[in-house]
């Protein structure tokens, strides 16, 4: 195998599904772009101004600043997993998802996390030019994310992430270069959560940079691949906000800062950060969520959304649907993707998460 079927192996099975992300730049380990949270996905896939839970970790890690205000009614400690079968209507049944996240708030310090994302491409066989199957072999990607959030005030908080992101496509050596698909790297988030004063304190502003860091190195240095630094922002507000029922509404927006001029690929990933805004057709490269959450007497919940996205830019359009139920200190929550496309590779995705608090 050449050095491309190296790289393309991982993303065989997912490339339907990330094709915008092809479209709008030249970025690889693309499974950090996958959202976790049956709660968020429930909500169109928004939730960076509604960072209430340990997901906030990948959300907008400036949320758990807020989560441990009362100590008479909030919870010090919270974990949180999620499994997927990726792309259901292939059938594949080791291609999967897997996401776990902790947080804990430590007192005078903040609140800090941890969280796991794995995503499983499963068995591939190895061929030599000829087609002589050679054996077989594993293909998957992990990030493992430290995080920290802190409280400016009784209004603002900030969050960070350290990440170590692990893609491990091809773990044998290939080619006339003798490198193998396996590379790794880090990168930073930067989160931002405003619950203002006034309207009542139903209203909350977020944002998050996700994934700054150097690029992914597979062979060598001059052909490193960015990794999928991205955007995000998110405007929240509680419409009702009664002892037996509450009714959020959520918007969210994305934009990957990654130039989609194979030419800047070269460049320094922090050139990115301004570059990418100026890749012609800003608004269109824009991603949007939009969705509501209601609970009942912090019992039983519901929750629908909707993703848009540019028909030039991935055209990736899809409702989503969800609900939960919360019992002591056990929560559960399920959404579902209703595609507006039927044969769409995301549609009749279904996420499952269990959490505890403690």
Known sequence: MNRFMVVFLGFLCTVSVFSPLFAQGEATVLFLM?????RQGGMGEAGAALADDANAIYWNPAGLAFQYADPEKDHRGEVTLMHVNWLPGFNFSDLYYDYAAARYHLKDIGTVGLSVQFMNYGENTQTDDQ???LGTFASNEVAVTGSYGLKL???MGLGVNLKYILSRL???KVGA????GVGSTFAIDLGYLWHPNFWNKRFSLGANLANVGPKMTYIDKEQADPIPTNFRFGLGYRLLNSEYNRLTLVYDFNRLLVPSDSTKKDDSF?????SAWGDGDLIKKMSHSIGAEYWYSNL????AGYFYESPDYGDRQFYTFGGGVRIAFLGVDFSYILASKDDHPLSDTMRFSLSATF
């Open 153 to 155: 005030n009784q209004t």
């Open 34 to 38: 996958i959202n976790p949270g049956a």
């Open 131 to 133: 087609a002589n199957v």
């Open 300 to 303: 039983i919940a519901l929750r």
């Open 270 to 274: 922090l050139s990115y950060l301004f």
């Open 177 to 180: 270069e003798g490198g193998e």
């Open 170 to 172: 091809s773990p044998v």
